[in-house]
């Protein structure tokens, strides 16, 4: 089993930035993706970046190319760098993680992923 607990979150105006982080515990040598989702209200979750834990390999979606970073630490901790952040980008963000091998690249389909954080809220505005 795996725990996630993300952090960062908050209010921002537009233009501005955010940091969120995710610090997983429990059985971290499982993991083999890690990923940020999100959730507006009346929204179905996206996935909007992924990192592979071994080759550090990166997705993002196209909401989010070029503003967003993902990154990891040799403890698994995960980031996500959010610049430039409009109101579009309010949500629910969440950290999640797979135990499964779905090759080189992480997709961004919320079904791979196992295990869940509680979320953390971000909302910005104009």
């Known amino acids: 089993q795996v725990r996630l607990v993300e952090s960062g979150g908050g209010s921002v105006q537009a233009g501005g930035s955010l940091r969120l982080a995710c610090a997983p515990s429990g059985d971290t040598g499982s993991i083999y993706c890690m990923g940020w989702f999100r959730q507006a209200p009346g929204k179905e979750r996206e996935g909007i970046a992924t990192i592979s834990t071994g080759g550090g390999n990166t997705i993002y979606a196209d909401s989010v190319k070029g503003r967003f970073t993902i990154s990891k630490d040799n403890a698994k901790m995960l980031y996500l760098q959010m610049n430039s952040l409009k109101p579009d980008d309010t949500a629910m963000y969440y950290c999640?993680?797979?135990?499964?091998?779905?090759?080189?690249?992480?997709?961004?389909?919320?079904?791979?992923?196992?295990?869940w954080g509680q979320g953390t809220q971000v909302t910005v505005s104009l």
């Open positions: 999640a993680a797979s135990g499964t091998w779905w090759g080189p690249y992480c997709r961004l389909a919320p079904n791979d992923y196992d295990y």
